[in-house]
């Protein structure tokens, strides 16, 4: 089995930072795409970031020179340092991974548990 871990969610006052990092384990023989989603209160599930397993990335018109999406290799390991926070950015915030498992050598798309970033003042 395959899990995603997420972690470094909390409360945040506007203007201030968070960095969330999330690791997958489990029979993993190697993970393509990773990338970060939220969900706000009342709304639908929303890309944030990608990033390929080249480093490629994409991000939300909206954390564009805000966020920052990174990851670890040989960790399983993607991070997102997220700067200038605003209360718009309150949601619980998700990992996604493209993980080719061991035992089935085929690409399946694993979520995390999710992480709650909250930014009020």
């Known amino acids: 089995q395959v899990q995603l871990v997420e972690s470094g969610g909390g409360l945040v006052q506007p203007g201030g930072s968070l960095r969330l990092s999330c690791v997958a384990s489990g029979s993993i023989f190697s993970i393509n795409a990773m990338g970060w989603y939220r969900q706000a209160p009342g709304k639908e599930r929303e890309l944030v970031a990608t990033i390929t397993s080249g480093g490629s990335t994409n991000y939300a018109d909206s954390v564009k020179g805000r966020f920052t999406i990174s990851r670890e290799n040989a960790k399983n390991a993607v991070y997102l340092q997220m700067n200038s926070l605003k209360p718009e950015d309150t949601a619980v915030y998700y990992c996604?991974?493209?993980?080719?498992?061991?035992?089935?050598?085929?690409?399946?798309?694993?979520w995390g548990k999710g992480t709650l970033v909250t930014v009020s003042s």
């Open positions: 996604n991974a493209a993980i080719i498992g061991i035992r089935s050598m085929r690409e399946a798309h694993y």
